[in-house]
């Protein structure tokens, strides 16, 4: 549990010099939706499809992200729940809508990316926007731990 408190802590620290924490942090989840849009997208092997027909990369990416925060804090992980299933959710809604879910998804990513670089707009703001991709799933957590610690949730 320290460990998870370290590690959010530098992650927050990481992001205090955040310009437009409105447009930041709205394209910091829709760069979420994204980039599991195009994973979502991607051809799978006929395997995959065997087992069953939601199992793809995005759903696999989803999974991984659960056990993860599962690893980092079962409470945490607990509250993260709603946020996944509304990720696939959505994927599994844009797959089956008229409109083209790769064409979404992509179009998603690049304005969430034009956004988070607004929101990091200063020295350094591109290195920023790689790291933001880099811990993409990282900062619902945080997002969520800084709700729990308000509500006096121990995490």
Known sequence: MQET??????YGEDHRDINYGAIYWISVMTI???????????PVPEAFSE????????????????VYYFIISMALAIGMLPFVFGVATTQIWLEHSSLNHSYVAALLAVASLVGI?????GNGAARAVLRDIQMMMIAPVWLLSNVYRRLGIPF
């Not at 670089?117 to 707009?121: A, P, V």
């Open 5 to 10: 408190d370290t590690w959010l802590a530098d």
């Open 32 to 42: 979420i939706f994204g980039t599991v849009g195009i994973l979502w997208s991607l």
């Open 51 to 66: 087992i069953s027909p939601i199992l793809n990369w995005g759903s696999t990416f989803l999974m991984a992200a659960v």
């Open 117 to 121: 670089y607004m929101g990091r707009s």
